[in-house]
């Protein structure tokens, strides 16, 4: 592909994309195909000769369109949002061209330094501690998901609390309603799934501190060490919102570590009147959120801060010889390959840079308010019907609800909107009750998408009384 | 921003990008900035208002661009090279576009059938073993970095000889030029460093099986575990060979788990005649190469297989009630999301498609025989010349050598030529020797550019005899 041949693809790309993005109703939201049903479609074997790129978009509207789910649809509304929107785009375009590998600050200093000034943007922006500046002791590094990120805390926290050679006797504490991630990356750290308690949770489905407590104190007593507590805040399931103050200070009896897992509701501190969701943080020793989820920041972008980074350092930097050289041994540098598991790395800040440029603190705040309001719309609306009885509090965008009909009737009106092609909304389980979870959060998502997602919900109720 | 802002946005954009890589050569290759000298000319606060997407593109040329180094540049010979190729950069565009998240067969089947797709299609290409098919037993998935990809083997293979429980006495081994990443996942998954066996090598710096042989038979007459054996094919230092089939034979021995880091000389079985890399591969368990080295694929794009996809699996599973869905259930479906650390996932397959497509196999195989045979011809004067030294082998792209006159003129020399802003090529250490590393494999890279690197050693040799 040649120059001129790369811009005239290019802006064919582009052009695809706005195409895309403005027709993107027109889609079924959930793909109806069964398996295989994409990869029928496309040849076996890789071509001898090379193609011109026409033929791979023409293949993207007949074979891979259809074979999505839509999540940019303004009628999504399953899982939690993951949002794009086009700064963010093109700031991922721009990474891809420039092409450069930031590993080290040498390897490209502004792919450095460009992610330390937006990560201390965001302190400033969601109003996070100074602790998390990476000009004080502290500082963030964006790391691909919040799986990652709780990875990462896990093993800082086990070197902390003497490594391999303790490593039997440490001991984990999250919520039962935690994120599946805790228990993958505390087994992936070798962990035996009996070293993690999941703790209690109260009728909001927040971890309750007392028992937290007690079962640290019950782990002491009988020899082992307590090393790492993980709160959420926002729960997948229900966004219930662990009350990290009182969990800090218990955390702090037993020299733990304490990571707030604030995937989702992170992106809620944008606006001044939710910094209910910082509570506590400043006692945290390791936070995450994901601009890709709710901050209008391409997947993937996890960003995620420690209050002291020497023992995040200590516990990951391993440097031989052909990565030496004179600026990181001045001391006077960060090298963010010693922030996580990967080596090398991507200019992902150059998507952030663009989001928050593009946007402004204005802009996204407008983003996260319009989604609350919508949620509050939509929660008022179940509460003024009698077949629907929604559950739990609205703090944020995620709205819980069942269908008085039981979990039969839940589920079949859950699959019957899918199927509909109109929207789509996903389900959890709080005890032995089915939910529906309506997560409001789409850039393109107005009212009259969830209003429109209402009046499917009505029409089927009153179909099957 | 609106779709006809965005279209406009793009494709300014797109010629941006365009102009920066007809540009390239006009930038020092390495980046001649003092630390702090970025972020000192950008805001330090995020703007309360959004900006023009216009105002973004002048201070990438204003500030962002002159704090790279230029990894693109067709004079850029450090490290191993990490292309990008018009293809990859439109499919990492069309990636961020359509903005869906892979994590479930179900949450865009289109994501995972091509994924699978395009690793079956490398399976062809490079002429690996049929059981890494997904059509078979094993099967591929597109990783960030070859670091997570054996933290990933690490752990299966942990998991696979009992876990937490046995962790204590299990070991591993790899060659003393193994990549820093096989340490760093150790202690990441629990290991502690002196459950690292750093084989001995031979004079190519290959890992001797004979060593490995003795040191995993005195682990085992002690009540150690073999657990974990990890060969290279293609060290970072120099690119030598492990022997696999060799190392094969006597990790069978002991039932441990084969995982074998082709990161960089994976790209090289795309020629037949090169296929030397893949020796043994159908004895391992797991393999990793990253065609965002070699094969005109930006970063990040790991490609990890197994040759039996049911202890990862098993290892990596956790499903939480929000993830269930009736494809997973149905077990007729892929689900990425178990096949490595992070939940979430990109639609990376897009780029590697791109590539393949756009290139064909025989643009593929274009692009890595020019290097093979730049670096021959580059070995070729070194050897004529009296004031240089090679040391080893060149099999692919990487040629190392020294200055006659010792560490003190080699790093003289490397330092002449990396402030020049012509080239950059960075050093390794052989015993005590410093060398310097040639790596060619820039898709922009001809002979002409080292051509140009060569003349500047020669004078530079000749001002300091």
Not at 188 to 204: M, N
Not at 223 to 239: D, H, N, Q, Y
Not at 264 to 281: D, H, K, Q
Request: net charge negative.
């Amino acid at each position: 592909m040649s120059p001129d041949e790369f811009r005239a693809a290019g802006h064919a790309a582009v052009d695809w994309i706005a195409d895309y993005l403005e027709g993107i109703e027109e889609h079924p939201v959930l793909c109806p195909l069964e398996p295989g049903a994409v990869r029928r479609r496309l040849p076996a074997s890789p071509p001898e000769e090379g193609e011109p790129f026409d033929a791979l978009l023409a293949d993207l509207d007949r074979v891979i369109v259809p074979g999505l789910t839509h999540w940019q649809s303004p009628s999504f509304f399953g899982y939690f949002p993951s949002n794009t929107s086009p700064p963010a785009i093109l700031g991922d375009l721009l990474c891809a061209g420039l092409g450069v590998q930031g590993m080290l600050w040498a390897t490209s200093p502004a792919c450095t330094e460009l992610e330390s000034l937006v990560m201390d943007w965001l302190v400033q922006a969601l109003s996070l501690p100074d602790a998390f500046l990476t000009t004080s002791k502290g500082g963030g590094v964006i790391q691909d998901t919040a799986s990652s990120a709780v990875l990462t805390a896990l093993h800082v926290a086990r070197e902390r609390a003497g490594g391999a050679r303790k490593l039997p006797r440490l001991m984990i504490y999250t919520s039962t309603q935690a994120h599946s991630s805790v228990a993958k990356g505390a087994k992936v750290a070798g962990f035996h799934p009996q070293q993690i308690r999941a703790i209690e949770v109260d009728d909001s489905l927040a971890m309750r501190p007392d028992a937290l407590r007690v079962a640290m104190a019950v782990d002491a007593a009988s020899g082992k060490l307590p090393c790492f507590v993980c709160a959420t805040v926002g729960t997948t399931s229900t966004t219930a919102l662990d009350p990290v103050p009182e969990i800090a200070r218990a955390t702090q009896e037993h020299g733990a570590w304490l990571h707030v897992d604030g995937a989702y509701a992170g992106s809620a501190a944008i606006c001044p009147e939710l910094r209910f969701v910082n509570a506590g943080l400043e006692h945290a020793d390791s936070y995450c959120f994901n601009p890709h989820k709710w901050l209008l920041t391409n997947f993937d972008c996890t960003c995620f801060w420690v209050r002291d980074r020497a023992p995040l350092l200590e516990a990951m930097s391993i440097l031989p010889e052909y990565l030496r050289n004179a600026a990181t041994e001045s001391g006077a540098v960060i090298d963010y390959r010693d922030w996580h598991v990967p080596l090398g790395r991507r200019f992902r800040a150059l998507k952030l840079w663009a989001v928050m440029r593009c946007y402004g603190l204005s802009g996204m705040q407008a983003h996260v308010r319009r989604h609350v309001s919508l949620a509050q719309t939509f929660a008022g609306w179940l509460d003024g019907h009698e077949r629907f009885e929604r559950i739990g509090e609205v703090p944020l965008g995620l709205v819980c609800f069942r269908h008085v009909g039981g979990n039969e009737s839940t589920e079949a009106l859950r699959d019957h909107l899918n199927a509909s092609g109109e929207l789509y909304l996903t389900h959890t389980k709080v005890g032995d009750d089915l939910l529906l979870r309506m997560a409001i959060g789409g850039r393109l998502t107005e009212e009259s998408h969830v209003r429109a997602a209402w009046d499917q919900m009505v029409a089927w109720s009153e179909a099957n009384p």
